[in-house]
Each structure stands twice: as structure tokens, then as C-alpha cells.
């Protein structure tokens, strides 16, 4: 285990203001998603849920707000050069999609075993795809290296204060439409999301308590806030792609240590689990790591009877193939 340092006196550190800019930013492209309720779902956690339906945002995730925050934010000659990120998928979705809208070029960095789902998407959008092997290459040097050669903007996935504050407007239109919540409960990957709704829930609701989740297999979050400082851990394995990451940004710590109250992590079966609930009981699909919150409340992990219960639903990229497989136990 290896332990990265934490913050830089050069890093500039979004707030809630940032995140009402993003607000303002995205307005009228964004999909102000709804906020889903199920009577089966209070009744099993003894609890009022309100579950934040950003599998229906627009490219299928909440990564959606933070890449077009981001590229908005650009300055037009900056932004006219394009634009490259790595993503295990959703945020290279969503970037290749904002960068679509605004007309410029942009090249993803992919795991070799992206899902095929997000690959055909981030395409489709008109997105350059370049694979890279996740347990043998290093992504950020191929995206440096990119970006040098093109002259292009890095907008990674997680570790950027206008990423940040663009995920943080999830946990504010689910607020501003609940009313002031006990518990914030969101995916934990590398930090943005959680980090953004952070800032949110702080601002709007002072008493909530903020609960990241991330998937048994890759707890460096968890890790780095019982220790204070960020740890590497090596990549994981799960179902929940959207969450193999190996240690938190730099940009993203500072804020969970700062605001979150705990880090809990599922397994995938509970995964499963829970996927199967949203598709028989509410109708409606999520991907393995958009359940990573909602298993966490609905199987005890945290525990919040009596209380209101914001719940981040992240993303619904998951192709049916895998889909079907993963909810016959295939």
C-alpha cells in the first residue's frame, strides 16, 4: 500500500459558490432528473428515501454536468483545440458529448475492457477512442502525452474543481426539490461526485450527514479517510466499472475529509441485488455502480432508520447483454 500526498498549495479547491456557477452554466442542457420515491424501499430500510434518478441524465450519467461545466468554463480559444480525458467510460461519454455541442474535438483514453455499450456511445458522440491496457499502462501519461501532441485541454474524470462542482449539482436540484435531508449517500470512484454533493448538502443542508459508498474490492477511499491522507491501492475488480479507481483526487480529499462523515463499501452481489430491485420494483435501469449507494442503504451498510435519506443513483450504462447476465446470475 502506498500512500500519495494529498494537497498542493497550487490547487484551487471548489465551493458551494462553484457550484451554483455550474448550476447556471448547465441550465436548459442538463436534464433536471427526477427525484424517485418507492414505498417497498422506505418500508426495507425503515427509512424515507428520495433516490436521484441520474441514470436518466443526459449520456446515461451524472458525468454529464461536470464535463459540460467544464468545457463551458474554457475560454473559446482554449476550447477550440479540443479537448482529451481518460474514462472507464462515463465521463468519457459525457465529454465526448459536450464537446459535440460546443464543436470542437475530443479523444477519450478507454480501458481495453470498457463495456462495449460505453465504447459505441462515447463513438457516437464523435469521440477519438484510444485503448490502453488498465493493469499494465498508465492512462495519465497517455493523456499527457496527447494533449501535448494536439495541444489539447485535459478534463479528467474526477480530479478538476469545475468537475467537482458540476457533479455538485446533483445533490443541489435533490435538495432544493426534498427539503433538507438526515443523510447524503453517494458513489465513491475518484471523488468528484461525492466531493461536489459534499459541498452541496454542507450549504443546503448543514445537519446531513454525507456517506460515500464505494465497492468492497476497491476501498482506497475508505482507506484514506481512516488515515488522513490518500492511499493507492492496485486496481480493483468488480462489477462496478465506473469505480476501479486506485486513489482519490487530490482536488476531491480535501473536501471528504472535510465534510463526509463515512466511507462504506457493497459487494457485488448486493449489487446485483439491488440492480434486480430497481427493475422489477421501480421499472427502471441502473448500472452496477449507480446501485453502489442505494445497495448500501437497502442492505444496512448504513444505517439511517427513521431518517431521510438522499440516495445519488450515478449512471445507467449498462448494455443489456451484461445486464441479463448479471440478473439471472449468469
Known amino acids: 500500500m502506498t500512500v500519495v500526498s494529498t494537497l498542493s498549495p497550487?490547487?484551487?479547491?471548489?465551493?458551494?459558490?462553484?457550484?451554483?456557477t455550474a448550476q447556471n452554466r448547465i441550465s436548459g442542457v442538463a436534464h433536471v432528473t427526477p427525484v424517485l420515491t418507492s414505498k417497498t424501499a422506505d418500508a426495507m430500510a425503515g427509512a424515507r428515501l428520495f433516490f436521484k434518478?441520474?441514470?436518466?441524465q443526459r449520456s446515461g450519467a451524472f458525468k454529464f454536468?461536470?464535463?459540460?461545466?467544464?468545457?463551458?468554463?474554457?475560454?473559446?480559444?482554449i476550447r477550440r483545440t479540443g479537448v482529451v480525458a481518460f474514462?472507464?467510460?462515463?465521463?468519457?461519454?459525457a465529454l465526448a458529448y459536450a464537446a459535440?455541442?460546443?464543436g470542437v474535438s475530443a479523444v477519450i483514453v478507454m480501458p481495453q475492457d470498457t463495456p462495449a455499450m460505453k465504447v459505441a456511445a462515447t463513438r457516437g458522440y464523435g469521440a477519438e477512442i484510444v485503448f490502453y491496457d488498465r493493469y499494465t499502462e498508465d492512462r495519465e501519461a497517455i493523456t499527457r502525452r496527447i494533449a501535448?501532441?494536439?495541444h489539447a485541454t485535459i478534463i479528467p474524470p474526477y480530479d478538476h474543481a469545475d468537475v467537482i462542482a458540476g457533479q455538485g449539482t446533483a445533490a443541489l436540484e435533490l435538495?432544493?426539490?426534498?427539503?433538507e435531508i438526515d443523510y447524503l449517500v453517494a458513489p465513491l470512484g475518484g471523488g468528484g461526485l461525492l466531493a461536489g454533493c459534499a459541498l452541496s448538502a454542507k450549504a443546503l443542508s448543514p445537519g446531513c450527514k454525507i456517506i460515500g459508498v464505494e465497492p468492497e474490492a476497491g476501498d482506497d477511499g475508505r482507506q484514506s479517510l481512516r488515515k488522513g491522507e490518500i492511499v493507492r491501492i492496485p486496481v480493483p475488480k468488480s462489477i462496478a466499472d465506473g469505480a476501479l479507481t486506485t486513489y482519490l483526487g487530490q482536488h476531491n480529499f480535501p473536501i471528504l475529509k472535510r465534510d463526509v462523515h463515512d466511507i462504506v463499501t457493497v459487494s457485488d452481489t448486493q449489487l446485483i441485488d439491488t440492480m434486480r430491485f430497481f427493475a422489477e420494483r421501480m421499472k427502471i435501469i441502473v448500472e452496477p455502480t449507480g446501485c453502489l449507494?442505494?445497495?448500501?442503504?437497502?442492505?444496512g451498510a448504513v444505517a439511517c432508520a427513521g431518517k431521510r435519506v438522499g440516495i445519488i443513483l450515478s449512471g445507467g450504462n449498462v448494455d443489456l447483454k451484461t445486464f441479463n447476465a448479471l440478473f439471472n446470475g449468469c
Open 10 to 20: 497550487a490547487l484551487r479547491l471548489p465551493t458551494f459558490d462553484d457550484v451554483r
Open 53 to 56: 434518478a441520474e441514470n436518466l
Open 100 to 102: 459535440q455541442l460546443f
Open 65 to 77: 454536468r461536470g464535463a459540460y461545466n467544464s468545457v463551458s468554463a474554457l475560454e473559446p480559444d
Open 175 to 179: 435538495i432544493e426539490e426534498v427539503g
Open 87 to 93: 474514462s472507464s467510460g462515463n465521463h468519457g461519454q
Open 148 to 150: 501535448a501532441e494536439r
Open 293 to 299: 449507494a442505494a445497495a448500501a442503504v437497502l442492505h
